[in-house]
């Protein structure tokens, strides 16, 4: 196709109407071009394709699809090539279906455990989240069929989504929101990226030139295809000015007609709009071009693998007394309507129609297994059922073991409100408080989309964290509870003891249209381990029915630069005698003696899979980046000199063994010198020693008086220390008088030509 030919033989008014969407899910056909429409569909864990009635609430009817597991669960496997091949299925779906892109992943950083759509999020972890993003984006785009990362950026909260401006600062921003996106956007090449609805330090997204064209194409190198999120633009010439291609769904020409307008009085520059039109005519021919046309898709085939999926991804949180696996031979009382009709998706545009949901008690039957069941609450009703309670407490106490099958209902997590709290229904606490009085060995089997308090923990043996698996989670959970299968997933978030100890608790969802991300990089584990905080479950937790031992952590160098790249090897074996996986976390703890920094943070990550006995080393490159802190000064990542500990463990806080290793910096990081500058910025760099021996006479001058009159012991440390927070500007109103203002602007130029 010969985009600028076309282009130039298309009028004003056909490329504004490229610009936005025909209706929900299709972009407009250009007829006298022969472009054709192309159609989109959420997204992300499945199929929702919507042949008639649209709308973005999974209220109409869509296709009949899979549900593969939500990102809350996907993440806790943290296995790419499960991403990958989950995103191949789907592909394979899209293709079937003539679906050009599928709207996800979706990345947004899990800020609090609050949001109501945490459970489409992948983690609290920026790595975490970008490495399974991209795998994801790896997978669906080898079917030819493309992807929309969302949302882009800082949509971190349900409540008043639409006008709320997060006001977070630059390093924030870079080090957390963004990153989430970077390394997906850099290294799998989305063919769509979509920008969210918030506003971000009072500019909204979809208008953010900053963030749609600074950072992410000239920085990033983007060059596909950015479309609004639903309903999101708020002002179409000024978005299509800061990069905002495509908006979705349309609207009905009026905001077409604002960038004719725009053009045509000058507001806007035709060449943007070209640009435009290029890169949406681009996407819709990389999909037309290399279409596939009658392919099928096995739906069996994939409800399998949502199951297996689910399998790679529930976490075992606890086992005490080793209750599981479970044996075959005891009785066992299943309780919780959960067991029968699974939570296993959550509410709003990610909502798909299961064509098929296989729960644990069909996966019992389907396995010949007779179980005691009994409905122990009403999921749809929040209050105590004693009814209910009393059969439950009756069917445990004729048991060896009980299996709670509790979590959240639907009401209690959706897209487009947060939740109230972190609590489980009180109908399901009681519950299993009840059960507990008759029976020693209970299990709890959750399925909720993000933390929820447990004022049970200590007193149950086993947990299970589910998440939201996918219509097949009942395979998982039978093959998992009974050890057919070894549980491997690992918590992608901290479950914190209560919702007060998360660091954005008192600011979320903040108030009216602003809400502060005061807790800057704190965001997750970066807070709670900084604090040495007690928390429910860490980040990274999840046990096996084996067990792993590391030994023989080595680093490439002991001395590098901060240009360098380290590798970093470790031994992990299991000394256990069922074959399983471990997630092996390398975690970075840089230097404390500069700007704040989380005590560690998740730089490597990989699942390795090992036969009872057997050993593996596992090794991983750290760039720079892996050092670096965003410097607000420079505006760039910045490595700081120092000793940084490597960490290899199995949690953020079971860190197993760790190395020092030492920085040198060489990158130039030129301060600006002013007045307001302080001697202590300036004292440790032997650049400047000669140039600022005159400024601190005159300042010692006077304080030496002041002291002496004082009687206050007259040593030379002391002085120093006053002078570290002084600024130069201290030389002129309390020096010896032999600085004015215009020679101490002299001095400052002296000084900056050193560092320069
Ligand atoms: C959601 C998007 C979704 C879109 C289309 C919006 O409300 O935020 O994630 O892709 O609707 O359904």
Redesign the pocket.
């Known amino acids: 196709m010969d985009y600028k030919k076309i282009i130039s033989s298309m009028t004003l008014e056909e490329k504004a109407s490229l610009c936005s969407g025909r209706d929900f899910w299709h972009t407009k056909a250009v007829k006298s071009q022969k472009i054709p429409e192309i159609m989109v569909s959420?997204?992300p864990h499945g199929l929702r394709k919507q042949p008639k009635s649209p709308d973005?609430l999974g209220t109409y009817e869509s296709i009949k699809a899979v549900c593969f597991p939500a990102a809350c669960a996907t993440a806790s496997s943290f296995d790419r090539s499960l991403l990958l091949k989950m995103g191949k299925a789907i592909g394979v779906e899209c293709q079937s279906e003539n679906i050009a892109t599928i709207?996800g992943p979706?990345v947004n950083i899990k800020r609090s455990p609050l949001c109501g759509r945490n459970f489409e999020y992948f983690s609290e972890d920026p790595l975490l989240a970008t490495e399974l993003a991209g795998s994801f984006i790896k997978g669906v785009q080898s079917k030819n069929v493309g992807t929309s990362i969302?949302?882009f950026t800082a949509n971190n909260q349900e409540t008043r989504r639409l006008t709320v401006s997060v006001k977070a600062d630059e390093r924030t921003m870079r080090e957390i929101y963004l990153a989430a996106f970077e390394g997906a956007i850099r290294n799998a090449a989305p063919w769509t990226v979509?920008c969210s609805y918030n506003r971000i330090n009072g500019l909204h997204a979809s208008e953010n030139k900053k963030y749609l064209t600074d950072i992410l194409r000239d920085e990033w190198g983007y060059e596909g295809v950015v479309m609004s999120?639903?309903g999101a633009v708020n002002d179409r010439a000024k978005g299509l000015a800061a990069g905002l291609d495509l908006e979705m769904p349309g609207s009905y020409g009026i905001n077409d007609r604002e960038i004719i307008e725009a053009v045509q009085n000058g507001t806007l520059s035709e060449k943007v709009l070209d640009k435009t039109v290029e890169r949406i005519l681009r996407w819709i021919d990389k999909y037309e071009s290399k279409k596939q046309k009658d392919v099928k898709w096995d739906k069996d085939a994939d409800h399998e693998l949502a199951g297996k999926i689910e399998e790679e991804s529930a976490v075992l949180l606890k086992n005490e007394d080793g209750i599981l696996p479970l044996d075959k031979n005891d009785t066992i009382a299943v309780i919780g309507k959960f067991a029968k009709a699974p939570r296993f998706q959550g509410g709003g545009?990610s909502h798909i129609n299961s064509y098929k949901v296989t729960s644990f008690m069909d996966a019992a039957k389907g396995k010949g297994h007779d179980i005691i069941y009994a409905d122990g609450y009403d999921p749809s009703k929040e209050e105590i059922d004693r009814t209910l309670i009393a059969k439950a407490v009756n069917a445990a106490k004729k048991s060896d073991v009980a299996v709670v099958f509790a979590g959240l209902p639907d009401i209690f997590e959706s897209?487009g409100y947060d939740r109230q709290n972190m609590q489980m229904p009180e109908s399901q606490n009681v519950l299993i408080s009840e059960i507990l009085k008759v029976q020693p060995n209970v299990v709890v089997v959750l399925h909720n989309g993000s933390p929820v308090e447990m004022p049970w923990e200590k007193d149950v043996k086993g947990i299970f964290e589910m998440y939201l698996g996918g219509q097949n989670v009942g395979l998982a959970e039978y093959e998992l509870l009974f050890g057919k299968a070894n549980p491997r997933g690992r918590l992608p978030e901290t479950f914190p003891k209560k919702l007060e100890d998360n660091p954005s608790y008192l600011n979320f969802p903040g108030h009216m249209d602003s809400v502060d991300y005061a807790e800057g990089v704190f965001v997750g584990y970066r807070y709670y381990d900084s604090k040495n905080m007690e928390v429910l479950f860490p980040f990274g937790h999840g046990l096996s029915y084996t067990t792993f031992k590391y030994s023989n952590l080595k680093v490439s160098k002991r001395k590098i630069k901060d240009s360098d790249t380290l590798t970093v090897s470790v031994d992990v074996t299991n000394i256990g005698r069922m074959a399983g996986k471990e997630v092996v976390q390398i975690y970075v703890a840089p230097p404390q003696d500069g700007i704040p920094r989380p005590v560690h943070e998740l730089k490597a990550f990989e699942k390795v899979s090992l036969r009872a006995g057997e050993t593996k080393t596992v090794s991983f490159d750290l760039n720079s980046r892996a050092f670096a802190y965003w410097d607000k000064e420079i505006h760039d990542w910045y490595v700081a000199a120092g000793d940084y500990m490597i960490e290899a463990g199995s949690s953020s806080r079971d860190i197993k063994y760790t190395k020092k290793i030492n920085i040198e910096s060489t990158m130039k990081r030129i301060p600006t010198i002013t007045e307001n500058t302080c001697f202590g910025d300036l004292l440790g760099d032997p650049r400047l020693a000669d140039t600022l021996k005159p400024l601190i006479k005159s300042y010692l001058h006077i304080e030496k008086e002041e002291k002496s009159k004082a009687s206050v012991a007259d040593t030379e440390k002391m002085y120093m220390e006053w002078l570290r927070y002084t600024p130069l500007r201290g030389v002129v109103n309390m020096g010896d008088g032999s600085f004015d203002h215009e020679k101490l602007a002299k001095v400052i130029q002296a000084l900056q030509n050193k560092i320069s």
């Open positions: 959420d997204g973005h709207l979706a969302k949302h979509m999120d639903w545009s897209e």
